[in-house]
Nanobody, 122 residues
Framework: QVQLIESGGGLVQTGGSLRLSCAASGRTFANPVMGWFRQAPGKERELVAVINWNGYIKKYADSVKGRFTISRDNAKNTVDLQMNILNPEDTAVYYC???????????????WGQGTQVTVSS
């Protein structure tokens, strides 16, 4: 089992920044790939960014490339998502997830956090 707890969501104006953090515990070594996903009202859950076990390989959704940065600290068992130049289209519930492969599909991730709301006002 892996437990994931997100923090750092909130309300921000267009052009602003937020930093999300995910604290992992449990059998993290068996699920070393960490991802951030988001789900807006009426839309499917989608990948934002994913990072491999050592942080050397990262993937981003096209919509966030150049604005968001995913990072991890294995000593602290945390994964962060730095979000810059936010716009209203980024408004969603953001979820941290743990899995075994660098997949963009939510179904390939076995463990999920409870989610944190990010709201960007225009």
């Amino acid at each position: 089992q892996v437990q994931l707890i997100e923090s750092g969501g909130g309300l921000v104006q267009t052009g602003g920044s937020l930093r999300l953090s995910c604290a992992a515990s449990g059998r993290t070594f068996a699920n070393p790939v960490m991802g951030w996903f988001r789900q807006a009202p009426g839309k499917e859950r989608e990948l934002v960014a994913v990072i491999n076990w050592n942080g050397y390989i990262k993937k981003y959704a096209d919509s966030v490339k150049g604005r968001f940065t995913i990072s991890r600290d294995n000593a602290k068992n945390t994964v962060d998502l730095q979000m810059n130049i936010l716009n209203p289209e980024d408004t969603a519930v953001y979820y941290c997830a743990a899995g075994r492969g660098m997949s963009i599909a939510p179904r390939d991730y076995s463990y999920w956090g409870q989610g944190t709301q990010v709201t960007v006002s225009s």
